[in-house]
Protein backbone atom coordinates (compact mmCIF):
# COMPACT_ATOMS: atom_id res chain seq x y z
CA UNK A 1 0.00 0.00 0.00
CA UNK A 2 1.27 3.58 -1.00
CA UNK A 3 1.96 6.13 2.08
CA UNK A 4 0.23 9.40 1.35
CA UNK A 5 1.95 11.83 -0.70
CA UNK A 6 4.30 9.20 -1.67
CA UNK A 7 5.38 8.59 -5.02
CA UNK A 8 3.59 5.24 -6.02
CA UNK A 9 7.11 3.96 -8.29
CA UNK A 10 9.39 4.75 -5.55
CA UNK A 11 7.31 2.96 -3.03
CA UNK A 12 7.34 -0.61 -4.41
CA UNK A 13 11.23 0.08 -5.36
CA UNK A 14 11.93 0.67 -1.55
CA UNK A 15 9.48 -2.28 -0.63
CA UNK A 16 11.16 -4.37 -2.33
CA UNK A 17 14.99 -3.51 -1.13
CA UNK A 18 14.99 -5.45 1.83
CA UNK A 19 13.36 -8.06 0.22
CA UNK A 20 16.38 -8.23 -2.62
CA UNK A 21 18.49 -7.84 -0.04
CA UNK A 22 17.85 -11.26 2.25
CA UNK A 23 17.59 -13.10 -0.98
CA UNK A 24 20.83 -11.95 -1.90
CA UNK A 25 22.65 -12.47 1.38
CA UNK A 26 21.08 -16.27 1.83
CA UNK A 27 22.05 -16.68 -1.81
CA UNK A 28 25.43 -15.74 -0.77
CA UNK A 29 25.16 -17.58 2.31
CA UNK A 30 24.11 -20.47 0.86
CA UNK A 31 26.68 -20.76 -1.50
CA UNK A 32 29.60 -20.05 1.30
CA UNK A 33 27.82 -23.05 3.16
CA UNK A 34 27.89 -25.57 0.14
CA UNK A 35 31.61 -24.24 0.20
CA UNK A 36 32.29 -24.55 3.25
CA UNK A 37 31.09 -28.50 3.12
CA UNK A 38 32.55 -29.09 0.70
CA UNK A 39 35.80 -28.61 2.53
CA UNK A 40 36.87 -25.01 1.11
CA UNK A 41 36.87 -21.94 2.20
CA UNK A 42 38.74 -19.48 4.44
CA UNK A 43 38.44 -20.52 8.29
CA UNK A 44 39.36 -18.64 11.25
CA UNK A 45 41.86 -19.75 13.87
CA UNK A 46 41.72 -18.30 17.47
CA UNK A 47 45.36 -19.01 19.19
CA UNK A 48 46.86 -17.37 21.82
CA UNK A 49 50.45 -15.01 20.73
CA UNK A 50 52.67 -17.21 22.49
CA UNK A 51 55.87 -19.24 21.21
CA UNK A 52 54.01 -22.99 21.58
CA UNK A 53 50.91 -22.27 19.39
CA UNK A 54 53.11 -20.36 17.00
CA UNK A 55 54.95 -23.75 16.30
CA UNK A 56 52.08 -25.88 15.87
CA UNK A 57 50.25 -23.45 13.31
CA UNK A 58 54.00 -22.35 11.60
CA UNK A 59 52.74 -24.98 9.01
CA UNK A 60 49.39 -23.80 8.20
CA UNK A 61 50.31 -20.01 8.65
CA UNK A 62 52.96 -20.35 5.88
CA UNK A 63 51.63 -22.62 3.47
CA UNK A 64 54.19 -25.15 4.22
CA UNK A 65 51.26 -28.48 3.90
CA UNK A 66 48.49 -28.92 1.80
CA UNK A 67 45.56 -28.28 3.46
CA UNK A 68 43.35 -29.41 0.10
CA UNK A 69 42.27 -25.86 -0.67
CA UNK A 70 41.31 -24.85 2.64
CA UNK A 71 42.41 -21.27 3.98
CA UNK A 72 43.21 -20.03 7.17
CA UNK A 73 42.52 -16.63 8.63
CA UNK A 74 45.05 -16.64 12.08
CA UNK A 75 43.73 -14.33 14.97
CA UNK A 76 46.30 -13.48 17.75
CA UNK A 77 44.25 -13.44 21.24
CA UNK A 78 45.13 -14.01 25.18
CA UNK A 79 44.06 -16.98 26.00
CA UNK A 80 40.83 -15.51 28.46
CA UNK A 81 39.99 -13.55 25.54
CA UNK A 82 39.81 -16.76 23.47
CA UNK A 83 37.59 -18.22 25.91
CA UNK A 84 34.83 -15.29 25.95
CA UNK A 85 34.62 -15.55 22.21
CA UNK A 86 34.49 -18.92 22.38
CA UNK A 87 31.27 -18.03 24.24
CA UNK A 88 30.14 -16.67 21.22
CA UNK A 89 31.27 -19.42 18.67
CA UNK A 90 33.36 -16.94 16.70
CA UNK A 91 35.91 -18.90 15.22
CA UNK A 92 35.38 -22.21 13.30
CA UNK A 93 39.45 -23.27 15.13
CA UNK A 94 39.66 -21.92 18.34
CA UNK A 95 42.44 -22.80 21.35
CA UNK A 96 40.43 -22.38 24.40
CA UNK A 97 41.15 -23.30 28.06
CA UNK A 98 40.16 -26.67 29.14
CA UNK A 99 38.92 -25.23 32.50
CA UNK A 100 36.49 -23.07 29.70
CA UNK A 101 35.41 -25.79 27.34
CA UNK A 102 32.48 -26.65 29.35
CA UNK A 103 30.83 -23.74 29.21
CA UNK A 104 31.05 -24.17 25.02
CA UNK A 105 30.95 -27.74 25.36
CA UNK A 106 26.83 -27.11 23.31
CA UNK A 107 28.58 -25.29 20.21
CA UNK A 108 32.83 -26.81 20.04
CA UNK A 109 33.73 -30.37 19.97
CA UNK A 110 37.77 -30.80 21.19
CA UNK A 111 40.35 -31.79 18.76
CA UNK A 112 42.12 -34.76 19.69
CA UNK A 113 45.30 -32.56 19.01
CA UNK A 114 46.75 -29.44 19.89
CA UNK A 115 46.69 -30.13 23.68
CA UNK A 116 49.02 -28.14 26.18
CA UNK A 117 49.71 -30.54 29.24
CA UNK A 118 51.75 -30.23 32.02
CA UNK A 119 53.93 -33.36 32.50
CA UNK A 120 55.00 -32.81 35.98
CA UNK A 121 54.81 -29.04 35.60
CA UNK A 122 52.93 -26.51 35.08
CA UNK A 123 51.54 -22.83 35.73
CA UNK A 124 53.76 -21.58 38.86
CA UNK A 125 52.62 -19.41 42.16
CA UNK A 126 55.15 -17.21 43.00
CA UNK A 127 56.33 -14.59 45.30
CA UNK A 128 58.41 -12.05 45.73
CA UNK A 129 59.86 -12.79 49.17
CA UNK A 130 60.14 -15.82 50.85
CA UNK A 131 56.74 -17.28 52.23
CA UNK A 132 54.83 -20.21 53.37
CA UNK A 133 51.82 -21.72 51.51
CA UNK A 134 49.48 -20.97 54.25
CA UNK A 135 50.66 -17.38 54.40
CA UNK A 136 50.58 -17.11 50.52
CA UNK A 137 46.85 -18.67 50.80
CA UNK A 138 45.74 -15.74 52.65
CA UNK A 139 47.26 -13.30 50.06
CA UNK A 140 45.28 -11.67 46.93
CA UNK A 141 46.93 -13.76 44.32
CA UNK A 142 47.07 -12.02 40.65
CA UNK A 143 45.98 -14.14 38.07
CA UNK A 144 45.29 -14.42 34.58
CA UNK A 145 41.89 -15.00 34.34
CA UNK A 146 38.53 -16.81 35.76
CA UNK A 147 38.12 -19.09 32.55
CA UNK A 148 41.73 -20.06 32.53
CA UNK A 149 43.22 -24.00 33.85
CA UNK A 150 45.83 -22.44 36.01
CA UNK A 151 42.69 -20.71 38.30
CA UNK A 152 40.79 -24.30 38.25
CA UNK A 153 43.73 -26.07 39.36
CA UNK A 154 44.77 -22.70 42.26
CA UNK A 155 41.46 -23.30 43.08
CA UNK A 156 41.42 -27.34 43.24
CA UNK A 157 44.81 -26.96 45.31
CA UNK A 158 44.44 -24.09 47.87
CA UNK A 159 40.38 -24.11 47.83
CA UNK A 160 38.61 -20.27 47.84
CA UNK A 161 41.07 -17.94 47.23
CA UNK A 162 41.08 -13.93 47.08
CA UNK A 163 42.61 -13.54 43.50
CA UNK A 164 42.52 -11.02 41.11
CA UNK A 165 42.82 -10.75 37.19
CA UNK A 166 45.76 -9.00 35.55
CA UNK A 167 46.61 -9.78 31.81
CA UNK A 168 48.82 -12.80 31.87
CA UNK A 169 51.95 -10.89 31.02
CA UNK A 170 52.15 -8.25 33.35
CA UNK A 171 51.91 -11.20 36.55
CA UNK A 172 55.29 -11.72 36.85
CA UNK A 173 56.91 -8.14 36.92
CA UNK A 174 54.06 -6.83 39.22
CA UNK A 175 54.78 -9.73 41.84
CA UNK A 176 58.38 -8.82 41.03
CA UNK A 177 57.78 -5.11 41.86
CA UNK A 178 55.57 -5.58 44.42
CA UNK A 179 52.61 -4.95 43.67
CA UNK A 180 51.37 -8.11 44.31
CA UNK A 181 52.87 -10.78 47.26
CA UNK A 182 52.15 -13.72 45.02
CA UNK A 183 50.86 -14.46 41.52
CA UNK A 184 50.17 -17.00 39.24
CA UNK A 185 51.95 -17.22 36.19
CA UNK A 186 51.49 -19.33 32.68
CA UNK A 187 53.74 -19.28 29.62
CA UNK A 188 57.50 -18.90 28.95
CA UNK A 189 57.19 -16.79 32.21
CA UNK A 190 57.46 -20.46 34.12
CA UNK A 191 60.66 -20.55 32.31
CA UNK A 192 62.23 -17.17 33.23
CA UNK A 193 60.72 -16.08 36.74
CA UNK A 194 64.52 -17.26 38.34
CA UNK A 195 66.04 -14.22 36.50
CA UNK A 196 63.21 -11.90 37.73
CA UNK A 197 64.35 -12.60 41.23
CA UNK A 198 60.84 -14.23 42.54
CA UNK A 199 60.64 -17.25 45.08
CA UNK A 200 58.62 -20.39 43.69
CA UNK A 201 55.47 -20.54 46.26
CA UNK A 202 54.28 -24.06 44.20
CA UNK A 203 53.89 -25.44 40.75
CA UNK A 204 50.50 -27.12 39.90
CA UNK A 205 51.60 -29.51 37.68
CA UNK A 206 54.14 -31.00 39.98
CA UNK A 207 51.02 -30.98 42.53
CA UNK A 208 48.60 -32.25 40.29
CA UNK A 209 50.71 -35.09 38.70
CA UNK A 210 51.51 -36.34 42.57
CA UNK A 211 48.13 -36.48 43.28
CA UNK A 212 46.57 -38.39 40.08
CA UNK A 213 49.78 -39.94 38.21
CA UNK A 214 48.53 -37.81 35.27
CA UNK A 215 49.25 -34.89 33.34
CA UNK A 216 47.75 -31.48 33.82
CA UNK A 217 45.28 -30.49 31.27
CA UNK A 218 45.72 -27.16 30.42
CA UNK A 219 44.99 -25.87 26.92
CA UNK A 220 43.17 -27.40 23.67
CA UNK A 221 41.89 -26.78 20.26
CA UNK A 222 38.47 -27.07 19.66
CA UNK A 223 36.49 -27.15 16.12
CA UNK A 224 32.59 -25.63 16.25
CA UNK A 225 29.86 -28.06 15.95
CA UNK A 226 27.90 -26.42 13.42
CA UNK A 227 30.46 -27.11 10.52
CA UNK A 228 29.02 -31.19 10.78
CA UNK A 229 31.30 -33.80 11.52
CA UNK A 230 33.11 -34.61 8.16
CA UNK A 231 34.47 -30.60 8.38
CA UNK A 232 35.11 -31.15 11.54
CA UNK A 233 37.39 -33.95 10.72
CA UNK A 234 39.15 -32.14 7.61
CA UNK A 235 39.81 -29.26 10.01
CA UNK A 236 41.10 -31.20 12.70
CA UNK A 237 43.53 -33.14 10.67
CA UNK A 238 44.84 -29.55 9.04
CA UNK A 239 45.87 -29.00 12.46
CA UNK A 240 47.11 -32.17 13.19
CA UNK A 241 50.05 -32.25 10.21
CA UNK A 242 50.55 -28.70 10.64
CA UNK A 243 51.76 -29.89 14.07
CA UNK A 244 53.84 -32.89 12.94
CA UNK A 245 55.53 -30.63 10.07
CA UNK A 246 56.79 -28.60 13.01
CA UNK A 247 58.05 -31.48 14.90
CA UNK A 248 59.55 -33.01 11.94
CA UNK A 249 60.77 -29.72 10.64
CA UNK A 250 61.70 -27.62 13.73
CA UNK A 251 64.41 -25.13 12.53
CA UNK A 252 61.70 -22.86 11.08
CA UNK A 253 58.91 -23.24 13.32
CA UNK A 254 61.25 -22.51 16.19
CA UNK A 255 62.57 -19.34 14.61
CA UNK A 256 59.59 -18.72 13.50
CA UNK A 257 57.75 -19.20 17.12
CA UNK A 258 60.54 -16.76 18.85
CA UNK A 259 58.90 -13.74 17.69
CA UNK A 260 56.06 -14.55 19.90
CA UNK A 261 58.34 -14.71 23.25
CA UNK A 262 58.25 -11.25 24.18
CA UNK A 263 62.36 -11.69 24.31
CA UNK A 264 63.22 -14.84 25.17
CA UNK A 265 66.38 -16.67 23.93
CA UNK A 266 67.03 -19.28 21.93
CA UNK A 267 67.51 -21.85 24.19
CA UNK A 268 64.47 -20.44 26.38
CA UNK A 269 62.40 -20.51 23.64
CA UNK A 270 63.32 -24.29 22.75
CA UNK A 271 62.64 -25.72 26.15
CA UNK A 272 59.29 -23.63 26.12
CA UNK A 273 58.02 -24.67 23.27
CA UNK A 274 59.14 -28.88 24.06
CA UNK A 275 57.35 -28.25 27.05
CA UNK A 276 53.87 -28.21 25.49
CA UNK A 277 54.27 -29.07 21.87
CA UNK A 278 55.46 -32.79 21.69
CA UNK A 279 53.44 -36.08 20.67
CA UNK A 280 50.77 -35.33 23.56
CA UNK A 281 50.28 -32.44 21.04
CA UNK A 282 49.45 -34.89 18.69
CA UNK A 283 47.33 -37.12 20.61
CA UNK A 284 46.17 -36.78 24.07
CA UNK A 285 46.52 -40.63 24.51
CA UNK A 286 44.10 -42.26 26.54
CA UNK A 287 45.75 -41.47 29.69
CA UNK A 288 45.59 -37.51 28.47
CA UNK A 289 41.79 -37.88 27.89
CA UNK A 290 40.95 -39.81 31.10
CA UNK A 291 42.83 -36.40 33.07
CA UNK A 292 40.67 -34.34 30.98
CA UNK A 293 37.55 -35.61 32.36
CA UNK A 294 39.32 -36.22 36.12
CA UNK A 295 40.23 -32.38 35.36
CA UNK A 296 36.20 -31.50 34.58
CA UNK A 297 35.02 -33.88 37.18
CA UNK A 298 37.14 -32.21 40.01
CA UNK A 299 36.01 -29.07 38.74
CA UNK A 300 32.41 -29.95 39.18
CA UNK A 301 33.36 -31.29 43.04
CA UNK A 302 34.04 -28.14 43.96
CA UNK A 303 31.62 -26.03 42.12
CA UNK A 304 33.84 -24.51 39.26
CA UNK A 305 32.22 -26.89 36.49
CA UNK A 306 28.63 -27.10 35.95
CA UNK A 307 27.02 -30.25 37.16
CA UNK A 308 25.49 -30.41 33.98
CA UNK A 309 28.15 -31.62 31.70
CA UNK A 310 28.23 -35.22 31.02
CA UNK A 311 32.14 -35.61 31.47
CA UNK A 312 31.92 -39.04 30.01
CA UNK A 313 30.25 -37.91 26.67
CA UNK A 314 33.14 -35.58 25.65
CA UNK A 315 34.13 -36.23 21.98
CA UNK A 316 37.76 -35.69 20.71
CA UNK A 317 37.43 -35.52 17.14
CA UNK A 318 40.32 -37.65 15.89
CA UNK A 319 40.94 -39.86 18.28
CA UNK A 320 38.82 -42.57 17.02
CA UNK A 321 36.70 -42.78 20.61
Not at 171 to 198: C, F, M, N
Not at 275 to 280: F, K, T
Not at 293 to 315: A, N, P, W, Y
Request: aromatic residues 8%.
Amino acid sequence: MVGSGTNPGQSVVYSLLPCTIREARNFLFGLCRRHMDDGMGVYRVGHSPDPDDAFMFHAMTTGAIDTGGRKYDHVLLDIETLNKHALLGEYEVSAVSIHSYPEISDKYHLMNCGASMGEGYGPMLISNREISIEEAKNSKIAIPGLGTSAYLALRLAWGDVDVEVIPFDEILPAVSKGRYDVGLIIHEGQLTWKSEGVKLVMDLGVWWNERTGLPLPLGGNVVRKDLGMGLCELLTKDVRNSIEHSLANPSAALEFAKAWGRGIDDDTNREFVGMYVNERTLDYGEDGREAIRLFLKEGQRIGMVRETLDVDSIKFVGSGE
